[in-house]
């Protein structure tokens, strides 16, 4: 079974401009999780989509947004970039019930210069 | 307001001693508890998770955690220290009523081991 792929792997942005990320679940699992790392902060959780419906949101500005397609897979998007943006943002994907274990993709390095 | 708490940002061990990292959460009501190991440029891996149950738990690569109500306490735990257990480790916790994708992390410890 294939894993949690994330796409683009690495991206460089300058401030100002928007950012879409891409991850596709496990076959078969309906929930998406997404979480910035920063050195900072640590591991932050920004959303989670269950069968295309944003079922629960971290305390990031609006400028982050997703969202989840029939087949389970989600794109994040990011508007108006800033420095501190930069990060590793994380995708993880679960079944969506009970108290299955989450499973993260590789990360995609965002850079905001 | 709920957290997480990992003690020491980085532990360094010798090869063959013993690991000890630690992490506390702050809830009255027992959450789910995991550790996740990071190694560099990779996502995260599930090393082990307790739900409800037997209050230790085995997980992959020798590694054990026990869940301790009365310290609200979760601490992982290897006897014997190998090199390729050099990573980053962080604990994490899904309180009461908290959707499965939602989980509160520590800052997570580094693990350095010694040859």
């Known amino acids: 079974k294939a894993g949690v792929t994330q796409t683009p792997r690495y991206l460089i942005k300058t401030r100002g401009q928007q950012v879409t990320l891409s991850c596709s679940p496990i076959s078969g699992h309906r929930s998406v999780s997404w979480y910035q790392q920063t050195p900072g902060q640590g591991l932050q959780f920004l959303f989670e989509y269950f069968s295309e419906t944003q079922r629960n949101k971290g305390n990031f500005p609006g400028r982050f947004s997703g969202r989840q397609f029939s087949n389970s897979r989600s794109e994040m998007n990011v508007s108006t970039l800033e420095l501190g943006d930069s990060a590793l943002y994380l995708c993880a994907s679960s079944s969506g019930q009970g108290r299955e274990k989450l499973f993260f993709g590789s990360g995609t390095q965002l850079s905001v210069l | 307001a709920q957290s997480v708490t990992q003690l020491g940002s980085h532990v360094s061990v010798s090869e063959g001693a013993l690991v000890l990292l630690r992490c506390n959460y702050s809830s009255s009501v027992p959450p789910y508890l995991f550790w996740y190991v990071q190694y560099p440029n990779q996502g995260l891996q599930l090393l082990l998770k307790y739900t409800t149950g037997a209050t230790l738990v085995k997980g992959i690569n020798g590694f054990e955690a026990e869940f301790k109500k009365s310290e609200t306490s979760f601490h992982l735990t290897k006897p014997s220290a190998h090199m390729s257990d050099a990573a980053e480790y962080f604990c994490?916790?899904?309180?009461?009523?908290?959707?499965?994708?939602?989980?509160?992390f520590g800052k997570g410890t580094k693990l350095s081991v010694k040859p």
């Open positions: 994490a916790v899904r309180f009461y009523g908290g959707s499965q994708g939602n989980l509160i």
